[in-house]
Every structure is written in structure tokens, then in C-alpha cells.
């Protein structure tokens, strides 16, 4: 339990970091492209365009930070297959805090009170789902589950995509989201994985919960690039929190056997949906700003 503990924090941590250091990146290359840092090169539809997310993903900045989500994925990884994924995964969307205050220093974000009331929401909530989680349910190994996640996160991705070329520049919350819900089917889909223990590769690579764990990882990752680049870090970064913790949560509680202590399952949905309306709240916040602030400097 503590081991599984810890190595979602360091994922909270690696994950928190990593988005204001892409989030630096993105809009470094960004102001390289058009020479503001404001206006994001577009296509004709509205969305970023392929060039200026490739170009974000390779400035140093941005490096440093995929270098951190490796850390953080590891500790995601180890997380998920030893504690209940509702407490795993609102442990790691705790990175919203440590996003915020390094946004401050490193972004020059302002972070007003109603921001600091939603972080201290989610972290009392979190607080709350440590005290009153309960153990990690056996799982399931029925092909079908596996099948599902897998096809579910082609179609997801592909809606996301064509959501991107829908909404253009307004996409930012809903790519953010939709990466945390890629995010949140790589989770379930690390902790019913076969072939781990003991070690199969064989039957590790015929899973088809292991090229789950590829496509929702890559396409989320892509899609909360573009999120970085169209909006703010902290909105981006907290719509990303709601899909990750949601899915993970709820699939782990119903089809994986996750449990909360006796009699505190009443508690812990409170603690649970009082992170993820912390959460959503900044997520609301963060995209007004950023859509003030652009209407002023245009």
C-alpha cells in the first residue's frame, strides 16, 4: 500500500513538472513560428497545425518535460497495479497543485482565490481518499474487457482528432479531456494487464491491453500538446485531471473490484468528486483567463 502511495506521488510530481515545462516549450516555439507568443500557427480548419506541434515536442524545454513524464509513468505504472485506481489516479491528478505554483514562477500564470480555494479542495479531498481507500480489487483477465479498452481508445482518439479540427483554436479544455481519458484507459489498462506476473513476454505482447497502453498513451500525449498550445496550462492540465481520474476511478470500482473501507464508501465518493469539482473548477477558471487575456492582446 505505502509503496503504491509513493509512486503515485512521484508521478504527481513528475507529471505536475512536466506540464509547465512543455507548457514553456509549446509556447516557446509557438512565438518562434509567428514572433507572438499569443497566435498559434493554424490550419485551415482553426487547429494547430502538424509543423508547430512537432516543433513544440522538440525544443528543450519540452524534452525535459517528456523526460519527467517517463518518470511519472513509471510511477503510474507501479501505482496501479497495487493500490485501488480511485486513489492512484486522484493521487496523480494532485499534479494540478504542483502545475499551478510552478506555473506561477515559471509562466508567470496569476493564480487568484478562487483557484486556491479549488486547489485546497482537491488536496483535502485527496487527503480524505488516503485515509478512507480500502484495498485493491483482484481484477479481471476476460478478453473482452481487454478488447473494449482497446477499441475504445482508437475510437476516442479519432474523435478527439477530428474534435481538435472541429473546434480550432477553442479546443483547448476538450483536448485536455479527452487526453485524460486516453490516460485514464492506459491505467486500467496497466493494471489488467497479462504476462507481468510472472514475466511472459509472449503473452505481454499478444494482450490487447498492451497496445492499449501504446495508443492511449501516444494519443494522449499528442492530444494534451495541442491542449498546451491553444490554452492555458492550468485549464489544460485540469481538464486533463477530470478524464484521468473519472474513468480510471469508476471502471475500477465496477468492473475491477476496488473497495473503500467498511462503511466510508459514502465518503469516499464525496472526497472523489470533490477533487475532480476542484479540478473542473480550475479548469473553467483557467480558460476565461486565457481567453480575456487573448482578447486583449488582440
Known sequence: MLIGVAAALLAC??????????????????????????????????????????????????????????IGFAGSIVSARLIPLFLSQTIISANLVVTAVLGVAVLGVR?????????????????????????????????????????????????????????????AVAAGLIAGVLYGSMAVAVRVLDGIDPLRLDILLADPASWTIAIAGLGGFYLFTVALQLGSVNGAAAALVVGETVVPGTIGVVLLGDTAQHGMSWLVAVAFFGAVAGAVAVAIAGAADHTAKLRTSS
Open 13 to 70: 510530481v513528475g507529471y505536475g513538472a512536466a506540464s509547465v515545462l512543455q507548457a514553456y516549450g509549446a509556447r516557446g516555439s509557438t512565438a518562434a513560428a509567428s514572433g507572438r507568443s499569443e497566435v498559434v500557427p493554424v490550419t485551415a480548419t482553426g487547429g494547430p497545425t502538424l509543423r508547430s506541434t512537432i516543433g513544440a515536442a522538440l525544443t528543450p524545454a519540452f524534452i525535459a518535460g517528456m523526460a519527467l513524464d517517463v
Open 111 to 171: 493564480l487568484h482565490g478562487r483557484d486556491w480555494v479549488a486547489i485546497g479542495t482537491v488536496v483535502v479531498s485527496l487527503c480524505v481518499l488516503g485515509l478512507t481507500a480500502g484495498h485493491r480489487g483482484a481484477g479481471t483477465s476476460d478478453p473482452g474487457v481487454h478488447w473494449g479498452l482497446l477499441s475504445a481508445s482508437v475510437v476516442i482518439l479519432a474523435g478527439g482528432v477530428g474534435l481538435i479540427r472541429l473546434l480550432g483554436a477553442r479546443a
